[in-house]
């Protein structure tokens, strides 16, 4: 009888072993741990998509241990903090390849984190899925091993841009990122996508995410007549500051941006549930629920199951739950099918995917692509309509 995924999840007895990786084992029979590096940013300002990713990736390794592993291969997460501190990656990086010995990393999650350590990686030749979004980490030439599983940048770019230049019908906006090493990268690339598409970029900055005081940079944003503020960040104290801001300055304007404005962190953080109103975040058809507050099928199906294993999404976002569970199932199902932990076997499983159904979105990647997530599975969320880390589509869609 065929197993499928959603019972290999809910930890059916013996369903890894027997069905979704139902194959003969290799010749040499292998029963050490699958060890699994995670580089999170577990503390530190950066810290927010972790909280979500951590409980998707120990939700799927409990699920699949529970099942007997990966043909009785256990799966062994080795966690190192980065703190949201390239540095700290780094060193965190030489030491799960070199002295943990792990057969795939997972992460960072934090773009400015992995743009110094991906070139390690490459080296070394260790299989990577990460949910950055900086363009030039996914370069087939240079990181042969690196894959994507969430889109880049520049797909959340035309999803931010498109919303404000034909919904909102803005023209004239402001552009701010913190000062991390994505967000200086996501603003630079921001302003020249909104300018070559005719807008006015009338205020761009990067500020310190530990700034206590937003006041002069959103002074400076209405005094040159912005129509929408534009952000680029994963820190939420920071965004938070902005919000409330804005209302004390009794200024009406929309922000639109990055993901982690609907971060279920926030309600904490507004000094009013009204000021986290007209904030616009990017979102995903599978995280999004319609008028009668119903999301689809699938993501149903995986609430209920995350409810059941009391998983709580009430301060995360699904997106970040079901990506991390998607990274392990893409790193096991990888294992499974090439018969071994060998980076080239993994490599070569993934560079094969076509429309792979994973619980965030619908992975392809090739030889050639390893920006696996389909544009047209983006869309913009009302960030304060949270429900279960799901949100509603944002004014303008149907």
């Known amino acids: 009888m065929a197993i499928s995924r959603r019972n290999v999840l809910l930890g059916s007895a ?40 951590n409980r998707g990736i120990n939700f799927a390794v409990d699920s699949i241990n ?8 256990k799966i062994e997460l080795v966690m190192r903090d980065t703190q949201g501190d390239p540095t700290k990656a780094v060193n965190a990086t030489q030491e799960l ?49 690196a894959f994507r599983m969430a889109p880049s940048n520049s797909q959340w770019d035309d999803a931010v841009r498109n919303y404000c230049l ?34 006015d970029v009338v205020y761009q900055a990067n500020i310190d995410a530990t700034q206590p005081d937003m006041t002069p940079d959103m002074l400076r944003a209405k005094n040159a007549g912005s129509e929408a503020i534009v952000v680029w960040s994963v820190t939420t104290g920071m965004e938070a500051r902005m919000f409330n801001t804005r209302a004390a300055m009794g200024w009406d304007v929309p922000f639109v941006g990055h993901p982690s404005l609907a971060s279920g962190e926030l309600a904490g953080l507004v000094d009013k549930p009204e000021n986290w109103k007209k904030v616009y975040a990017i979102g995903y058809k599978s995280c999004s629920y319609d008028a009668a507050g119903k999301l689809p099928p699938k993501s149903e199906e995986l609430v209920a199951r995350l409810a059941k ?14 990506g991390g ?27 094969t995917l076509s429309k792979y159904p994973g619980y965030f979105g619908t992975y392809t990647f090739t030889p050639t692509q390893h920006n696996g997530y389909p544009t047209d599975e983006i869309v913009m969320s009302e960030a304060s309509t949270a429900k279960n880390g799901t949100f509603a589509l944002a004014p303008g869609y149907t």
């Open 97 to 145: 390849i070199s002295q943990a010995k792990v057969h795939a990393i997972w992460g960072p999650v934090n773009s400015g984190e992995a743009l110094a350590t991906t070139p390690i990686m490459a080296r070394a030749k260790i299989p990577d899925i990460h949910p950055c979004v900086v363009e030039s980490l996914i370069d087939t030439t240079k990181y042969p091993n």
């Open 14 to 53: 013996g369903a890894l072993g027997a069905a979704s990786f139902s194959f003969p084992r290799p010749a040499i029979a292998q029963t050490e741990p699958i060890k699994i590096g995670c580089l999170a940013a577990i503390t530190g300002p950066s810290s927010a998509p972790t909280v979500g990713f």
């Open 309 to 322: 294993a009391n998983i709580a999404l009430n301060d995360t976002l699904l997106w970040w739950v079901a």
């Open 325 to 351: 569970i998607d990274a392990i199932e893409l790193i096991a199902k990888a294992v499974a099918e090439s018969g071994s932990t060998e980076s080239a076997g993994l490599v070569k499983y993934w560079n």
């Open 166 to 199: 034909n919904v909102l019908k803005v023209k004239k906006v402001a552009v701010i990122g913190d000062t991390t090493g994505y967000g200086v990268t996501a603003v630079g690339a921001s302003v020249a996508a909104f300018k070559k598409d005719g807008a």
């Open 66 to 73: 529970a099942a007997g592993g990966v043909k009785g291969r």
